[in-house]
């Protein structure tokens, strides 16, 4: 058997896929365990600023770019009185998180959030709750947060502080309404009409505003597809985008079974997309329904921990989950898929961004620092803005237990015309053999190799923490060209990004 998978490219600037929506970078921060409390927010850390931000973690997010982070929740967000948590500080309840099984203080809330999320420059997508509240509350926040003056909610935010309107563009309709584990759960159709009430009467408030309504809380579900078919035959006219999340995680020590799971991300977008386009016919629209995966993420290592935490704690350490390198490598081929799908994912959130199941991590007192995940994430968010090329991926295949075949090769390319630059990311699945990629850039004459940064290394348990980086991007080879043909070395198991100035 030899010990090399070959593989082919052929990239053409005239296969245009769509450009990636800067927004598909999102990501996710819920009042959940230390995101909020003791993550970004702790006013006796050292590193924290006059309003109780770390600074340091401040820096870790704004390396990653992150456009748009959605807010408050999640779970916790079917719960939540956003009343609670305007005014002053010292009037505001704690109450019991029924989601979480933790107590909520309430120190953090929508103005200190959007005052964090602009130090970060970032948009916020802000959720209102359609599960235990409704149209009454959901109009309020608009008003609260957009409306210039002059009305109850609005003057309220000039009282609290903000004489502008935040002028936030991206609003989510709830969060898993299909989830039985969710405060307020609803069938398809409960869910499907108070959102398009809700959403009808918050567009009414601000007409500016776009809506994201909820599909499934992942693929296995019972209900999938049937909610989405459902839910967009109720809200089709109200709303923009489908919300759908899905977490993934290793139940084996099968490494190419674990690779292949991007695979299910991949037929989860297409089977929406055709929904979609089914109730877009069915209701006779001339717009074509786009995708929000706002929660995407490896979720499974804390998950026995996390049976074992006492209830009723202010940021108790939930989801903490710790990530190694085969991790980050799913989390590239998932990277790559929601690429893939750019002409209708407009919005993608990595799951989440401090603490919980994320990037980056800190000690309380102490240190922050970045998990293996945060590589590709950073990666793709600061090279993958442009133009999404469709390439030819010829690649030898391997057999999934779950999935059928797969290719051992998952890639895609990025062309960035303004600064004359091209991005191809690719993922060697296999964990075994290095890959000889052959690459075919045939409209891109004169094109020169600019760097060949790699995530990889002898052992895919490996993992960061706040003392050691053991898995750390490294520069490779750059690709060498002969011919018209460019020759690159893809390790074994391995995230790799190739950049070319063109
Ligand atoms: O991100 C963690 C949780 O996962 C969210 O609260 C929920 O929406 C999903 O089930």
């Not at 456009?67 to 956003?82: E, I, K």
């Not at 809506?211 to 597809?225: E, H, R």
């Not at 489908?242 to 993934?248: A, F, P, R, T, V």
């Not at 020169?448 to 991007?473: E, M, R, T, W, Y």
Request: contains cysteine.
């Amino acid at each position: 058997m030899a010990d090399l998978n070959k593989a082919e490219l052929i990239v053409d600037k005239a296969f245009k896929l769509a450009e990636a929506d800067p927004r598909l970078y999102g990501s996710f921060i819920e009042h959940l365990g230390r995101a909020v409390y003791g993550g970004i927010y702790e006013p006796d850390h050292p590193e924290a600023d006059g309003e109780g931000f770390r600074k340091d973690v401040m820096d870790l997010v704004r390396r990653l770019q992150v456009p748009l982070v959605r807010y408050p929740g999640g779970n916790f967000l079917s719960g939540y009185r956003w009343e609670d948590g305007i005014g002053p500080q010292k009037e505001r309840p704690s109450r019991l998180d029924l989601a979480w099984k933790s107590v909520e203080p309430n120190l953090i809330g929508t103005d200190e959030f959007m005052s964090w999320a602009r130090k970060i420059d970032a948009e916020v997508n802000l959720a209102v709750n359609l599960g235990t509240r409704g149209i009454e509350a959901a109009r309020n926040l608009v008003e609260y947060c957009n409306h210039p003056s002059g009305s109850y909610w609005s003057d309220l935010r000039i009282k609290n502080g903000t004489k502008n309107p935040y002028g936030i563009r991206t609003w989510s309709l709830g969060n898993e309404m299909d989830g039985p584990w969710q405060i307020g759960h609803k069938t398809a159709y409960e869910y499907g009409r108070l959102a398009a009430e809700a959403g009808k009467v918050m567009k009414w408030v601000d007409p500016s505003i776009e809506l994201v309504v909820c599909g499934s809380s992942n693929s296995a579900m019972p209900t999938f597809p049937e909610w989405e078919a459902t839910v967009l035959t109720e809200t089709y006219d109200q709303v923009d985008y489908i919300s759908i999340h899905s977490y993934y995680g290793n139940s084996g020590d099968d490494v190419l079974e674990y690779m292949a799971q991007s695979e299910d991300m991949n037929r989860y977008i297409s089977t929406v997309v055709s929904v979609c386009d089914y109730v877009q016919a069915k209701v006779r629209s001339r717009k074509k329904m786009m995708i929000s995966f706002d929660e995407w993420n490896v979720w499974f290592h804390s998950s026995e921990a996390d049976k074992k935490q006492e209830p009723w704690r202010i940021a108790p350490p939930l989801l903490q989950d710790i990530y190694n390198l085969e991790d980050a490598v799913l989390v590239g081929l998932l990277l790559i898929t929601l690429l893939s799908h750019a002409d209708r994912v407009k919005i993608g959130c990595l799951a989440q961004l401090v603490n919980v199941i994320a990037p980056i991590m800190t000690e309380p007192k102490g240190e922050a620092w970045v998990q293996t995940i945060y590589y590709p994430f950073m990666h793709a968010s600061l090279y993958g803005r442009g133009t999404v090329l469709i390439p030819a991926v010829i690649s030898p295949e391997y057999e999934s237990k779950d999935f059928g075949p797969v290719l051992y090769l998952a890639s895609t390319a990025v062309y960035n015309e303004e600064s004359s630059g091209l991005t191809v990311f690719a993922v060697n699945r296999d964990p075994k053999k290095e890959m000889e990629l052959s690459l075919d850039l045939r409209s891109f004459k004169g094109a020169s190799a600019v760097d060949h940064i790699i995530l990889d290394g002898p052992d895919p348990k490996a993992v960061n923490s706040a003392k050691a980086q053991a898995v750390q991007p490294r520069k490779g080879k750059l690709p060498v060209e002969e011919s018209g043909s460019w020759t690159v070395t893809l390790p074994a198991l391995s995230w790799n990004v190739l950049r070319f100035g063109v």
